[in-house]
């Protein structure tokens, strides 16, 4: 549009700018029009003083909140109702933050629209007032010489003071004033500098340098070379002027210009300017969609875009303003192309006129809409009163709508004039009356759900949202409440809650309801510290081996068996719940004392080890438990369960079917748990892991027969770590998997290698877990290790323990494909388990390993050696190979061969040695 100026001054609204710490710093006009009040005595002041003093405090109550928002950064608008000198006005607020480029915010300028009048072509002409003007001005001017030859700058004071220099010290060195200027601003200054010694022409450049206060300053340079009769460069001549004030003005006044095209676009109205020729010299994107959308208007003739207007009364209107100089207004109907009735004020402007446009076709239909909200009430499905509002304890009804007859089962003539607490009654709850209440009292209203009942007595759940209704004073009158009858919903949500907060399986309560009860027993318990309370944390020993072997619907029976068997060990106000899996956690309050406490846990676990018939088997299952108390050991929920899951983990790692009580050590001993099977992991990448081997000695000839590879750690920090060390922690996290498989593929490279070396061979016992001979691809990968080393299956035995043999879930199925590949079996640690002779049927078995723990005491003691001599005669009726493990004196060497054991191992004859020591014990081939 041609001037700002023009729409500013004519604008009749409230104009004005508060910078970011609230204080008004431009008003307009009409603030002096509207509230009475001289602009230079509240200019400056902050802008709650300044509301309050103009509209009131209730409106500042209001209005002040919605300024916050603004400043935080948030564009506003909004309608309604204020006061100010003596008038009472329908106005449009508008709030848009003023921001900088990096988005900080530097104020909010507000803009308030009355809405409820016309305003007077006096009035509008009142509201003119004077635009700040911008005006550089150049204060300090440095002036320079430099000579080329010499290097050396003279300035006058004031180059010091515009090129950020202590005017105490000597003029600078150019390297100097490069260091002070902004880094990005030197090449440009070069450049200029060195383009004019070439040219001979006036040089100008701008640049930043930094001031004594730290901050940067706009510079402007201008400056020209003098020529020696040769025509180099003999010195420049210059001058410096510090335009950061023109540079700050020009960004300012740009901001300001980006504010009032806000301002434009933001309001409610459609604003436009046509100057003498009848021409758009500016429409606001509100304007421009209402009035055409056919191309832009801007530059056309209004005519020209809109020839109706010549022989409406808006053309009539913008003629008069525009000959006459006086304001106008009307509101038209236009058929064609808009179907509505416009509102259109037109005020004249120094270049033309200004016209402000808005659709009423909405107000125009008002009262056709309340008729047809009107018939709206009346045919809601859900009940719909109003109460007349004379005091705060004292509603009674003035309407009800059919379905709220329907719903209650009253008519109309019973119950007006009541108040709606009719239907309440004894089982209403009474925080649900209290905040209903408050809600009427405070005059908020809110959204409610209470039991109520119809006329014939039945109950029904209500939902009620209450609504107040305030008269042009603000005054409550009326309170509005809509009234839904939620019974079926209700019932639903309360059974999806009780289904949300139980375990499907078992009916036990699940993880998220305990965990909600259990932090309500805790905050119980910070408002008694005299009570204490615990988390008892169940787990079963070797579920998965249950799963496997009853099938996932008997694991499931088995699951609920053990539910029960934990819910009835214990009394009725302690709580049992299912965490997930085969894990049970137990809440206990108001303990007595610690032994009472173990008494329950011993109890429990003792319960469910009694024998238990699953799917037709009867079974007898272990669990490992571990609990934690509040508030010694934790005071927030998901700390005490974790540390009662730690004292069980602990439990079950140490020994299982037992339990342990938390303590701080265990995090030690967790944190060492998790070091170690980081440091598995991390040793199979490094390849730290080595094997020695021991020598199994032939009893008859005392030759070499075969030897045992052990794996052994060399650890970067905690140098050699034996098997103890690790093996559990790779069994427990799975990583037993990946070592079993370096352990084959080692020694198969071994024999390799000192089949090579032309050593006869002897086998080779390697120990093998039972998840590797659980995991079906366990022999595809033995023959591929075999098969990559080129060595025969007859050099390589496996040794499995006597107590994972005797575990039912283990199938025969891989035991037989090794047997069958030419892998002998062995049977290690025979003799600890109490029925392992019944396995030795079902499973191939070539070798059996008599325990050390026998063979080491069979010299002093008769029931040893009864054992080991029984051992061996029924290994030679099986025609089973046999080794005795742990010997270690002369003495017993000698009675297992009398006996007829076929290979001794022990330290007797050889520690476990690396390759090259044990292959000095190996014969070469001729």
Same mark, same amino acid.
């Given at each position: 549009m041609s001037s700002d100026r023009d729409l500013l001054e004519i604008i009749p609204a409230l104009i004005g700018y508060i910078d970011a710490s609230g204080v008004y710093r431009r008003m307009?006009?009409?603030?002096?029009?509207?509230?009475?009040?001289?602009?230079?005595?509240?200019?400056?002041?902050?802008?709650?003083?300044?509301?309050?003093?103009?509209?009131?405090?209730?409106?500042?109550?209001?209005?002040?909140?919605?300024?916050?928002?603004?400043?935080?950064?948030?564009?506003?608008?909004?309608e309604g109702w204020q006061e100010g000198g003596g008038q009472r006005r329908r106005v449009a607020v508008t709030y848009t933050p003023d921001r900088e480029p990096d988005g900080s915010i530097l104020g909010v300028l507000v803009m308030v629209t009355d809405l409820s009048a016309l305003e007077s072509a006096e009035r509008r002409a009142a509201l003119s007032e004077e635009r700040l003007q911008l005006a550089a001005e150049f204060t300090n001017m440095g002036v320079w010489e430099r000579d080329i030859a010499s290097g050396e700058l003279r300035w006058n004071p004031a180059s010091f003071r515009v090129m950020g220099f202590d005017e105490s010290d000597a003029a600078p060195r150019l390297d100097e004033i490069y260091a002070q200027m902004h880094p990005e601003d030197q090449a440009r200054h070069k450049a200029a500098l060195a383009e004019a010694a070439v040219t001979g022409e006036t040089f100008e450049v701008e640049y930043r340098m930094k001031g004594l206060d730290g901050q940067w300053n706009w510079i402007h340079s201008r400056g020209k070379f003098q020529f020696d009769s040769s025509g180099q460069p003999e010195r420049v001549l210059g001058v410096n002027f510090d335009i950061s004030r023109e540079k700050s003005a020009a960004e300012h006044l740009a901001r300001q210009n980006r504010l009032v095209d806000s301002i434009l676009e933001s309001t409610t109205d459609g604003i436009f300017m046509l100057d003498r020729e009848w021409r758009f010299t500016y429409v606001n994107s509100r304007a421009q969609a209402a009035l055409s959308s056919a191309g832009k208007?801007?530059?056309?003739?209004?005519?020209?875009?809109?020839?109706?207007?010549?022989?409406?009364?808006?053309?009539?209107?913008?003629?008069?303003?525009?000959?006459?100089?006086?304001?106008?207004?009307?509101?038209?109907?236009?058929?064609?192309?808009?179907?509505?009735?416009?509102?259109?004020?037109?005020?004249?402007?120094?270049?033309?006129?200004?016209?402000?446009?808005?659709?009423?076709t909405a107000r125009r239909k008002g009262r056709e809409t309340l008729r047809l909200r009107d018939q709206a009430v009346t045919d809601a499905p859900v009940g719909i009163t109003i109460a007349q509002f004379d005091s705060e304890t004292d509603y009674p009804l003035v309407y009800v709508n059919p379905a709220f007859e329907r719903l209650t089962g009253y008519s109309s003539e019973e119950i007006l004039g009541k108040n709606c607490r009719f239907l309440q009654g004894p089982n209403t709850s009474p925080t649900v009356r209290a905040q209903i209440r408050d809600a009427i009292a405070s005059a908020t209203g809110g959204r409610f759900v209470l039991r109520n009942y119809r006329k014939d007595g039945t109950e029904f759940f209500n939902e009620l949202?209450?609504?107040?209704?305030?008269?042009?004073?603000?005054?409550?009158?009326?309170?509005?409440?809509?009234?839904?009858?939620?019974?079926?919903?209700?019932?639903?949500?309360?059974?999806?809650?009780?289904?949300?907060?139980?375990?499907?399986?078992?009916?036990?309560?699940?993880?998220?309801?305990? !965990?909600?009860s259990l932090r309500q027993a805790l905050r119980? %318990?910070? =408002?008694?510290?005299?009570?204490? @309370? +615990?988390? $008892?944390?169940?787990?079963?020993?070797?579920?998965?081996?249950?799963?496997?072997?009853?099938?996932?619907?008997?694991?499931?029976?088995?699951?609920?068996?053990?539910?029960?068997?934990?819910?009835?060990?214990?009394?009725?106000?302690?709580?049992?719940?299912?965490?997930?899996?085969?894990?049970?956690?137990? !809440?206990?309050?108001?303990?007595?004392?610690?032994?009472? %406490?173990? =008494?329950?846990?011993?109890?429990? @676990? +003792?319960? $469910?080890?009694?024998?238990?018939?699953?799917?037709?088997?009867?079974?007898?299952?272990?669990?490992?438990?571990?609990?934690?108390?509040?508030?010694?050991?934790?005071?927030?929920?998901?700390?005490?369960?974790?540390?009662?899951?730690?004292?069980?983990f602990t439990a079950k790692r140490d020994c299982k079917n037992s339990w342990?009580?938390?303590?701080?050590?265990?995090?030690?001993?967790?944190?060492?748990?998790?070091?170690?099977? +980081?440091?598995?992991?991390?040793?199979?990448?490094?390849?730290?892991?080595?094997?020695?081997?021991?020598?199994?000695?032939?009893?008859?000839?005392?030759?070499?027969?075969?030897?045992e590879a052990?794996?052994?750690?060399?650890?970067?920090?905690r140098g050699l770590l034996g098997p103890a060390t690790f093996i559990p922690v790779a069994?427990?996290?799975?990583?037993?998997?990946?070592?079993?498989?370096w352990v084959v593929q080692e020694t198969a490279r071994q024999l390799a290698e000192w089949r090579q070396a032309g050593y006869h061979l002897v086998p080779v016992s390697v120990n093998v877990s039972a998840a590797q001979f659980r995991n079906p691809a366990f022999p595809e990968a033995v023959t591929a290790a075999l098969q990559e080393a080129g060595i025969g299956p007859d050099l390589l035995e496996m040794e499995i323990t006597e107590s994972v043999i005797m575990d039912e879930t283990l199938s025969s199925e891989a035991l037989s494909r090794l047997r069958k590949l030419g892998i002998r079996i062995a049977i290690d640690d025979f003799g600890t388990a109490y029925s392992g002779l019944n396995y030795l049927q079902r499973f191939p078995v070539d070798v059996l390993k008599i325990d050390r723990g026998f063979t080491c005491r069979i010299h002093e003691s008769t029931t040893a050696a009864a054992i080991c001599e029984s051992v061996l005669q029924l290994a030679q009726k099986l025609r089973l190979a046999t080794v005795a493990e742990g010997v270690e004196l002369a003495e017993q060497a000698r009675m297992l061969t009398e006996w007829g054991c076929d290979e001794l191992q022990g330290y007797y004859f050889s520690h476990p040695v690396p390759a090259e020591i044990i292959q000095q014990s190996m014969t070469k081939k001729d």
């Open positions: 307009s006009r009409a603030y002096e029009l509207w509230c009475g009040i001289q602009r230079e005595e509240w200019l400056n002041r902050h802008v709650s003083e300044v509301v309050t003093r103009c509209f009131g405090e209730e409106y500042a109550r209001l209005a002040l909140p919605i300024f916050e928002r603004a400043l935080a950064g948030e564009p506003i608008a909004f208007l801007l530059g056309r003739s209004l005519w020209e875009a809109s020839p109706y207007s010549a022989t409406s009364q808006f053309g009539a209107c913008c003629t008069r303003t525009m000959n006459e100089r006086v304001a106008t207004h009307l509101e038209e109907y236009y058929s064609e192309p808009f179907d509505s009735w416009f509102e259109l004020h037109i005020y004249p402007a120094e270049s033309g006129v200004v016209v402000f446009i808005r659709n009423v949202r209450l609504s107040p209704v305030r008269d042009e004073e603000g005054r409550v009158t009326h309170l509005v409440g809509i009234q839904t009858d939620i019974t079926e919903r209700v019932e639903i949500r309360k059974r999806l809650t009780q289904q949300a907060q139980t375990d499907a399986l078992t009916g036990l309560p699940n993880r998220y309801y305990f !965990l909600e119980q %318990l910070n =408002r008694d510290d005299s009570q204490k @309370l +615990a988390v $008892i944390y169940l787990d079963v020993d070797g579920f998965k081996r249950v799963n496997e072997r009853l099938g996932h619907q008997g694991g499931d029976r088995f699951l609920k068996k053990i539910g029960s068997r934990i819910r009835s060990s214990i009394r009725g106000d302690e709580l049992v719940a299912r965490l997930g899996g085969d894990e049970f956690v137990i !809440l206990v309050t108001n303990i007595a004392d610690r032994p009472a %406490l173990e =008494r329950l846990v011993q109890r429990v @676990l +003792a319960r $469910i080890a009694g024998p238990m018939q699953v799917s037709g088997r009867d079974m007898v299952v272990t669990a490992s438990a571990g609990f934690a108390c509040a508030p010694e050991d934790a005071t927030d929920a998901e700390d005490l369960l974790r540390k009662a899951d730690l004292a069980m342990k009580a938390y303590k701080p050590s265990m995090e030690m001993s967790n944190a060492n748990f998790l070091e170690i099977a +980081a440091g598995v992991r991390d040793a199979l990448r490094r390849d730290e892991f080595r094997l020695v081997y021991q020598p199994r000695i032939d009893a008859r000839t005392g030759r070499l027969r075969a030897m052990l794996i052994r750690w060399r650890h970067p920090e069994e427990e996290t799975g990583l037993i998997l990946q070592v079993g498989d």
